[in-house]
């Protein structure tokens, strides 16, 4: 099993800045994929990056030139940072991570809110 602790959520103006982190335990070293997916109100839970444990890098179009997704492989922790922040990122953030044996773990979500 693995477990994954999110913070760093918030309220934030548009244009600002907000970093996630994530921190996995357990058995950790079934674990290939790291990131982030979204759920708005109404909407869809939707990707927002990933990384692999070889550090390759996956963003949805939204989150391109905004987002930067890295991993610390000694410390297990994924970071999301997130800068020129829209209204429409406004949403639960949720850390996902993918086992080798392709099982899907998430964490309980952190909310971000963009709002002037």
């Known amino acids: 099993q693995v477990q994954l602790v999110e913070s760093g959520g918030g309220l934030v103006q548009p244009g600002g800045s907000l970093r996630l982190s994530c921190a996995a335990s357990?058995?950790?070293?079934?674990?290939?994929?790291m990131g982030w997916y979204r759920q708005a109100p109404g909407k869809q839970r939707e990707l927002v990056a990933t990384?692999?444990?070889?550090?390759?890098?996956n963003y949805a179009d939204s989150a391109k030139g905004r987002f930067t997704l890295s991993r610390d492989n000694t410390k297990n922790t994924v970071y999301l940072e997130m800068n020129s922040l829209k209204p429409e990122d406004t949403a639960v953030y949720y850390c996902?991570?993918?086992?080798?044996?392709?099982?899907?773990?998430w964490g309980q979500g952190t909310q971000v809110t963009v709002s002037s």
């Open positions: 996902h991570a993918l086992s080798y044996s392709h099982y899907n773990y």
């Open positions: 357990g058995s950790i070293f079934t674990i290939n994929t």
């Open positions: 990384i692999t444990s070889g550090g390759r890098t």
